[in-house]
């Protein structure tokens, strides 16, 4: 049997073999280096730890995220920190039992972020007894009062516990278990910058309300706002009739007038028109509904007439007809809107963009820039209607007839609701110099109490308005405000749900999550 046997020739070539390669040898390790590294790495992570806690002891920035903001500060009062010349001390001396406690606690701990030269101090009477006594001795005061002590360059203030919160009557069963008054308001912050003003002024202001012309008084009490607010800014409103005196007082701030519903005697305006010639200081609310040409004159010959027109604008509305069936007509907005102007920021300062509505009858103001320039004048629209609102000049007596805009007549909006005059100013603002101002608005209600309730920002307004007037621009900003608990109001309905969706609806998706579980593991 044969069998074919491949020849050499047809064996494939050999390959040659190649040599096994060395185990390469292992590098040597430098220990030395690789410490030396790791060491720099620490050295400098931990230098970069040190300048970061470094920086930010001295630059940094802090937030109040809760949902009322207790205890953040307004503007108003960071402004006031911030202008202090000299440290304020404030000791709070509080007994364990006063339910303002913490909350003043809380409260002076941000007046001393806010400022370095605000330290506070607390003291409790029944454990620190040799301080307590040290501190009676020291300012005079009983060991029983629950006070905060501020102490400015030799001038104290004390801030008792009481006027810091508004509390709820207690009821007859919280007051024989002995529980403490609930807090409805805290209006802590009101009071300790109210009484820091009065101790970091040399002397308190003093704001003249002009009465005998039918203006609003502080015998009525449609300004006690006003009047409360101007305590709390360490303004002093005393009434004055110009007819009784020769001259404006010289210890006098400025004059307030508000409405005036007769016009002014000629002696009388010659006493205003001197005291404005002297730098004087005027806050002035006009009532559309009256008549002062004499009024008006002196106001229109310094740059800012009156319009004599009523700001408004037309819109539908449900209201009821004759018959007193309720359909879907054209109605008139009287109390016009008003936007607080980017130009006038120097007074509004964080209203600047904010919307705000007047009560009632308003008329537009005339700025003339030809006449104040010409008296070295500065006009500057603090507050601007929308141009939606156009001032009607031919009012009907009959509230039936619906007006409309009368471009021959009528004033076209946007229109200029309040405005500041200031005389003898410099272009550069950095240049301080004795002026004369003056703050004119079209609307005599803003100010009493029912204005401000249907404006927001009314009584910002007038403490910066006043603040202005009173040379006091460091003090620009939102007053504080009392600070009032969150309330949840549920109807009954809601409860319900509320009740149905906790006791059955979500313990019963629980369950039947697990029964789908317990199905799965079954099959």
């Known amino acids: 049997m044969e069998t074919d046997t491949p020849s050499a020739s047809d064996q494939p070539p050999s390959t040659p073999r190649t040599p096994p390669e060395k185990p390469s040898t292992p590098t040597h390790i430098h220990r030395f280096r690789i410490g030396a590294n790791v060491l720099a790495q620490v050295v400098f992570f931990a230098v970069i730890v040190l300048l970061v806690n470094f920086i930010s002891t001295r630059h940094f920035k802090r937030w109040d995220l809760s949902r009322n903001q207790k205890y953040a500060l307004s503007p108003q009062t960071i402004q006031l920190l911030r202008s202090l010349d000299k440290p304020v001390k404030a000791i709070v001396f509080f007994n364990q039992n006063v339910p303002v406690a913490n909350d003043v606690g809380l409260l002076l701990r941000e007046y001393e972020f806010a400022s370095k030269k605000f330290e506070k101090e607390v003291v409790d009477p029944y454990n620190n007894l040799l301080r307590a006594k040290e501190l009676s001795v020291q300012y005079k005061f009983g060991d029983s009062d629950n006070i905060v002590i501020l102490d400015y360059n030799g ?99 400025c004059l307030v007038i508000i409405g005036p519903r007769s016009d002014f005697s000629e002696r009388e305006l010659s006493i205003l028109s001197d005291y404005w010639k002297k730098n004087g200081r005027l806050f002035i609310l006009l009532d559309p509904e009256a008549r002062t040409p004499r009024l008006d004159s002196f106001l229109s010959d310094n740059g800012a007439a009156p319009n004599h027109d009523r700001v408004l604008r037309t819109g539908t509305g449900l209201t009821r007809d004759e018959s007193q069936q309720i359909g879907v007509r054209t109605v008139v907005v009287s ?61 009907s007596k009959n509230p039936a007839e619906i007006p409309f805009f009368d471009p021959q007549h009528d004033n076209q909006g946007p229109l200029v609701l309040a405005a500041a005059l200031e005389k003898g100013a410099v272009a550069d603002q950095r240049v301080k110099v004795d002026t004369a101002r003056l703050i004119l608005a079209g609307n005599a209600a803003w100010l009493t109490d029912q204005g401000l309730r249907t404006s927001d920002v009314g ?65």
């Not at 980017?342 to 964080?350: A, F, L, N, P």
């Not at 009560?359 to 141009?387: D, Y």
């Open 335 to 395: 109390s016009p809107t008003g936007t607080f102007s980017e130009r006038g920021r120097e007074i509004s300062k964080d209203l600047v963009g904010v919307e705000t509505q007047l009560l009632g009858s308003t008329q537009s103001i005339r700025l003339e820039p030809q006449t104040a320039q010409a008296l070295n004048i500065r006009l500057t629209p603090l507050l601007e209607s929308s141009k939606e609102f156009w001032g009607e000049t031919q009012l």
């Open 155 to 253: 001038r104290t203030k004390f801030v008792n516990a009481r006027d810091m919160a508004e509390f709820d009557q207690m009821d007859q069963f919280a007051a024989m278990s002995g529980q403490p008054p609930r807090i409805r308001a805290f209006k802590g912050e009101q009071a300790i910058t109210s009484a820091l003003l009065e101790i970091t002024e040399e002397k308190q202001n003093k704001a003249l309300l002009v009465a005998g012309h039918g203006e609003q008084s502080l015998e009525g009490r449609n300004l006690e706002a006003f009047k409360a607010y101007c305590q709390r800014q360490n303004v002093k409103l005393e009434p004055i009739r110009l007819s009784g005196v020769d001259s404006v007082p010289a210890d006098a701030s």
């Open 459 to 523: 009584i910002d307004f007038a403490v910066n308005a006043l603040n202005w007037l009173l040379n006091r621009e460091e003090l620009i900003g939102i007053a504080p405000k009392e600070k009032k608990p969150v309330r949840l109001d549920l109807s009954e309905p809601t409860l319900n749900s509320i009740a149905f969706a906790v006791i059955v609806l979500i313990p019963g998706l629980v369950a039947l999550c697990g029964f789908g579980t317990w199905l799965s593991r079954r099959s």
